[in-house]
């Protein structure tokens, strides 16, 4: 079956049909967002305990050296496990979130 070069795409449109296809193709290989969320949660972990043991620094504007702290450490737990709830609470677009997503299981 052939088709007409009327109905056919031009071809800055295939270029574009092709590439939209290839990026499905690739974002069907991801996991889910679940698991890619862990995954980069456990990668900066590890990315903070590497870059304490190197003793990476940095300086911020006013001058002050801040020094990389380990999520590893019994500190670096406490931050996590700790702060976890005054992270979510202060959070600017959480209530923004929350009241489309309220907006949106009422529309349905």
């Known amino acids: 079956m052939t088709t007409s070069d009327a109905t056919r795409p031009k071809l800055p449109m295939r270029m574009l049909l092709r590439s939209l296809r290839g990026i499905e193709r690739a974002g069907n290989k991801l996991p889910h967002p679940f698991w890619l969320f862990i995954i980069m949660a456990v990668l900066v972990i590890l990315l903070s305990a590497a870059l304490n043991a190197m003793n990476v620094s940095a300086e911020s504007p006013d001058g002050e050296r801040i020094e990389v702290e380990s999520l590893i450490s019994a500190e670096g737990m406490q931050v ?29």
């Open 80 to 108: 996590i496990f700790g702060d976890a709830v005054d992270n979510f609470a202060t959070f600017p677009p959480l209530a923004i979130i929350i009241a489309v997503m309220l907006g949106v299981s009422v529309a349905e």
